[in-house]
């Protein structure tokens, strides 16, 4: 019978098995993770802008509801000087108000900013507006205003 001796040398995978990951290893991965952060990072933060974008409308359309209510029960709609804040609060020179007309405070834009409202309006009755994420008149993409004309 043939009589083998065993190799003190022990085989690499029975030597890394208790001794953790490699500094390659962690390197390969952090890669890896960068890559993904890169290509859907953008794609996110992308689709919150649309989010902020597609909420002012909604709100802006609300206002717009809570206006034409107001107009509907006092004969017209709020002079800039009275401003959207009638919409909750009722003026004391008006008997016919019957509101408030919004369910909550006056709400800002997305960006913390107030609406704009006049009236009489240059495109209509009124003019209501945001002037969008950057806070003043035009802009382009998120910084552009939107309005309800």
């Known amino acids: 019978m043939p009589f083998h001796i065993q190799s003190q040398r022990q085989a690499p995978a029975a030597r890394r098995s208790g001794s953790g990951f490699t ?43 809570a206006l034409d209510q107001y107009r509907l029960d006092v004969g017209r709609y709020p002079s800039t000087e009275q401003g959207l804040a009638v919409l909750v609060t009722k003026p004391s020179d008006e008997p016919r108000w019957a509101g408030p007309y919004l369910n909550k405070a006056l709400p800002q834009d997305p960006w913390r900013n107030d609406y704009q409202y006049r009236s009489p309006g240059e495109h209509g009755e009124y003019d209501l507006f945001s002037y969008g994420r950057d806070g003043r008149p035009g802009g382009e993409g998120e910084d552009a205003d939107l309005t309800s004309w």
Do not use: N, W
């Not at 952090?30 to 990072?41: F, K, R």
């Not at 953008?42 to 597609?54: A, L, M, N, T």
């Open 23 to 65: 500094l390659l290893e962690l390197l390969v991965v952090m890669v890896i993770i960068g890559l993904l952060a890169g290509y859907v990072g953008p794609k996110f933060f992308g689709q919150i802008g649309k989010s902020e974008v597609k909420a002012t409308r909604a709100q802006i359309d609300g206002l717009q509801k």
